[in-house]
């Protein structure tokens, strides 16, 4: 595919279709900031545009597909735009999208840095053009939410995982860099800011600092609310744990990756704890914030998981409470230990397991929010009007009619109801 060149009183414009986690999406966010820099005006996915760079992901043969079907669907309808593909998927199978017809390059994660030069080679802008901000961009005109990514890379070498092949091991950005950007946001106006990372929890762990170090320099931020992506159970701490409870606007909701409640799959997983050591933490949590929600991943069909040991996971998840679940039917990723695992699941016991944890997830999700039925919750207004919504401190979906200039206010909300993806309220003041 070649670039198609614009008329000179034209600016040229770039999109960022971003797939997967919240690392992806400050990725594109970065990678937009450098664009406008250099004088690319960048808008929205859904827009038509010169330049298109599509960020992947790789966590699941599903997120994968997701990706091929992004590409495919900007070669359709955008042919003659300039096509980068990079990303999690682009890093580990960089020759199968190289040789896609229509892709112009692939560039891995380590090389993300190189995009911007690569465009201005290709396609530069004409030197009168503007910079403009899309919406969407951690540091966009929302004024609502932004993440922040402190660092990358794991060094945990789970059986069922990719994201570390393609990510590498733990790079922690500098202390005083994380809170040169968390300063520049807070005076912005952002009234949430996101900590996010591959594996958040080992935080400076290879420069000797730790995740509460970060903490607890953000106490005196200033932000509304400072949230933490998610965690893994073996780098909570007590420490941390002491870290989370002391800091004034740190949300109380706590996303830890469970991945299976039965610890003969933990074991063959390689998770490094067992179920006992589970229910300790989340035990210590509670204690430590008694109005703490906690939220998990769990995959189902792992490779030798028995009716017995899913029964186990179900058993676990109603046990602990979790307000809700993010389930995963196992996916085969290449080059990881439990590709050649024996026990392989057959995809439609996988299926009909997912089926059993969802009904699950959803009788988890009505015990947490029936009781607020008729009670008032604090929401942090994102979409205003009557198909409004926001998100609680808890992390809870909240949908009500917020006033026009709502946007970006925490607003008390009643709980009217149940939906599905959250609660419906009835809006009553700011």
Do not use: W
């Not at 670039?3 to 000179?8: F, I, K, N, Q, R």
């Not at 610890?263 to 008694?290: E, H, N, S």
């Not at 189902?300 to 029964?311: L, M």
């Not at 392989?344 to 607020?372: G, M, N, T």
């Amino acid at each position: 595919m070649q670039a198609v060149m614009s008329g000179a009183t034209r600016p040229v414009t770039v999109a960022l279709p971003t797939l997967g986690c919240k690392v992806n999406r400050y990725d594109s966010d970065a990678l937009a900031r450098a664009l406008i820099a250099r004088g690319y005006v960048v808008v929205p996915p859904q827009q038509p545009a010169d330049i298109y760079i599509v960020n992947t992901c790789t966590v699941t043969r599903e997120a994968e597909a997701k990706s091929r079907k992004t590409l495919r669907r900007t070669l359709r309808i955008h042919d003659g735009a300039l096509l980068i593909v990079t990303g999690c998927y682009a890093t580990l199978d960089r020759e199968a999208l190289a040789a896609l017809a229509g892709v112009d390059a692939v560039v891995p994660i380590a090389e993300q840095h190189t995009i911007p030069d690569l465009l201005l080679q290709r396609r530069p802008p004409a030197a009168h053009e503007q910079a403009s901000m899309p919406h969407g961009l951690s540091a966009s005109i929302e004024r609502t939410r932004a993440t922040v990514k402190v660092q990358d890379g794991c060094n945990l070498r789970c059986a069922f995982c990719a994201v570390t092949l393609a990510r590498g091991p733990v790079r922690s950005r500098p202390l005083p860099e994380v809170m040169t950007e968390l300063h520049g946001l807070a005076d912005a106006g952002i009234r949430e800011i996101v900590l996010t990372g591959i594996r958040l929890d080992a935080y400076g762990k290879e420069r000797g600092q730790r995740l509460a170090d970060l903490l607890n320099a953000t106490r005196p931020l200033g932000v509304a609310r400072l949230r933490l992506s998610s965690l893994e159970p073996v780098g909570i701490d007590d420490g941390l744990v002491g870290a989370m409870a002391a800091h004034p606007t740190l949300c109380r909701h706590f996303h830890i990756c469970l991945q299976s409640g039965d610890d003969g799959v933990l074991r063959a997983m390689r998770r490094g704890y067992t179920t006992g050591r589970f229910r300790q933490l989340i035990a210590k949590l509670r204690a430590a914030m008694p109005d703490a929600t906690f939220t998990t991943d769990l995959i189902v069909g792992f490779p030798g998981e028995t009716e017995q040991a899913f029964q186990h996971t179900l058993d676990f998840a109603r046990e602990l409470g979790f307000m809700k679940l993010h389930i995963f039917k196992f996916s085969t990723r290449p080059g990881t230990a439990a590709a050649e695992m024996p026990g392989q699941i057959a995809d439609q016991v996988k299926e009909e397991r997912s089926r059993r944890l969802f009904a699950v997830e959803r009788e988890l999700f009505h015990a947490y929010a029936e009781p607020l039925r008729g009670h008032t919750v604090t929401v942090l207004v994102e979409q205003t009007g009557p198909q409004g919504d926001g998100l609680t401190d808890g992390y809870l979906r909240v949908c009500a009619d917020f006033p026009p200039a709502s946007a970006g206010e925490i607003m008390p909300v009643r709980v009217t109801g149940i939906g599905e993806d959250g609660v419906l309220g009835e809006c009553f003041g700011p």
